[in-house]
């Protein structure tokens, strides 16, 4: 049986990927990407703990079907707005979608 620290570890190691590419790239998608390791960190923590502290209840299960909800839904809004930011600016730099601002 592996155990629990090692799919801490795991778990840290993917969320920190995914935090260094929401922090150091550039283009919209590619930091939609990185928002979704994160939450996938997110999930392996969820089921690791279940696993090892309740197996007998089924709310780590449940909360990362929710996560996993979260994460689609994520998915959906995002492409749609940088879709419709790319019509109407021709690019989805992050650096250069500044609709916000006057």
């Given at each position: ?42 999930n392996v923590n969820l089921v ?55």
């Open positions: 049986m592996i155990p629990l620290s090692f799919y801490l570890i795991f778990a840290a190691g993917l969320f920190s990927v995914g935090l260094f590419g929401v922090l150091a790239r550039k283009n919209a998608i590619a930091i939609l990407m990185g928002i979704e390791l994160m939450l996938n960190a997110v690791a703990f279940w696993r090892y502290r309740m197996p007998e209840m089924i709310s780590g299960q449940v909360f990362a079907v929710i996560v996993f909800a979260v994460a689609a839904a994520e998915v959906a809004v995002g492409l749609a707005l940088f879709i419709s930011i790319y019509r109407r600016r021709g690019t989805i730099a992050a650096d250069q979608i500044d609709l916000m601002k006057w």
